[in-house]
């Protein structure tokens, strides 16, 4: 899986598959239950208002103090010095993993209030190649998956079969066939089996772009769908709602990836807030990146589950309401019938084939 020293994996992956092409195989088959890079760093919104927000003080110093200097030295570039000031007095002072985050949403201030964003771009080393031409609302954001998907494909891969892609158009960035399976099935029986409450519950997808994959969980089960709906205004502030009824009610959260956890414990505030009783979070993908375990264990949650497309142990160790949800027998049945020829669309018709 793309996990752990995900760039080291990646290249031993890319190492094998060539040395089986080398060594004249029939078919080379590539397995991937977590695709390596498929959450690209697509900075949210709210950072980027947070951060703003917080340089308001040390910017308005930074230009009272650089237009003072201006005007002793006879300098007049209405504002573009002003902002060149403000940015290097900010950005200087920052860790390496914020300056991304400072520059974006500083740029992006200037940019609002009429400053020249190109200036800002050149005169600032942002530790980016990027052009300040591109769109600035990804103009620091990593764009791997096309690359991953090259590498793989020109290593000698002539097949992927992967779980649960965090973007589904990644399936168009393959020229080989890529068949992708889900987790659907031992989601299903792991809520039947070991949420005693679940008959009454109501399942909640964390944003929009998971609604079709709660539903469809919602559907089988015979329950309840909810939806938290999340959009940024325009005066830099978030409407936040919650699309359906859980009040005296246990809720599951269906997600497909927990990172950072930061979705989940927005979903969990909002819920908690309507009245919801118990909250469960399930995910696909349990990655668990910087203090995401701590966020989880001084949150309200009841349980947390994840399947082991990424290993769960060390988590487990560190979180007692984590749970892992096995998947290597649909794994194994996708293999086995990609390999003999049988249909993979069978496998997920009813759940109770498993």
């Known amino acids: 899986s793309g996990c752990g020293h995900v760039n080291d994996n990646l290249v031993e992956l890319l190492i094998l598959i060539q040395a089986c092409r080398m060594g004249s195989a029939k078919k080379i088959s590539v397995v991937l239950p977590l695709f390596p890079y498929s959450r690209q760093s697509d900075r949210l919104q709210k950072k980027r208002l947070i951060a703003i927000d917080q340089a308001g003080p040390r910017l308005q110093h930074d230009t009272s103090s650089e237009s003072n200097n201006s005007n002793s030295n006879g300098n007049s570039l209405s504002g573009r010095s002003t902002s060149t000031a403000q940015l290097n007095g900010v950005f200087g002072q920052l860790s390496v993993q914020d300056k991304d985050e400072w520059a974006d949403a500083c740029a992006r ?3 609002d209030e009429g400053k020249d964003p190109d200036h800002i771009v050149n005169s ?35 097949h992927l079969i992967t779980m649960d892609l965090h973007h589904p158009q990644y399936q168009s960035f ?36 998971g609604a079709k994959r709660a539903t469809s969980i919602a559907n089988q089960l015979g329950l309840e769908f909810a939806l938290i709906h999340r959009e940024s205004r325009s005066n830099h502030s978030e409407c936040t709602g919650l699309v359906g009824e859980v009040n005296n009610r246990p809720v599951i959260i269906i997600d497909d990836m927990i990172d950072t956890a930061e979705t989940v414990s927005i979903a969990t505030r909002i819920l908690k807030h309507h009245g919801a009783t118990k909250i469960y979070v399930i995910a696909t993908h349990g990655i668990f990146s910087n203090r995401a375990l701590e966020t989880i264990n001084s949150s309200p949650i009841e349980m947390v589950a994840c ?33 003999f020829g049988e249909s993979l669309s069978n496998l997920f018709v009813h759940e109770k084939l498993f």
């Not at 290993?311 to 892992?324: D, G, K, N, S, V």
Request: hydrophobic share 45%; net charge neutral.
């Open 109 to 111: 201030a200037l940019l």
């Open 174 to 209: 393959f020229d080989i066939p890529l068949d992708q399976i889900y987790a659907e099935p031992c989601i299903i029986r792991f809520i039947r089996s070991e949420i005693p409450v679940w008959r009454s519950a109501v399942i909640v997808s964390p944003d929009a772009g």
């Open 124 to 158: 600032i080393n942002f530790h980016t190649t990027a052009s300040p031409h591109e769109n600035r609302y990804k103009q620091w954001c990593a764009r791997p998956g096309t690359l991953v998907a090259r590498l793989i494909q020109e290593a000698g891969a002539n």
């Open 307 to 339: 399947t082991n497309t990424v290993p769960q142990a060390e988590f487990r160790a560190m979180c007692p309401i984590l749970h892992t949800i096995d998947i290597s027998g649909i794994l194994a049945e996708a293999i086995r019938r990609t390999f």
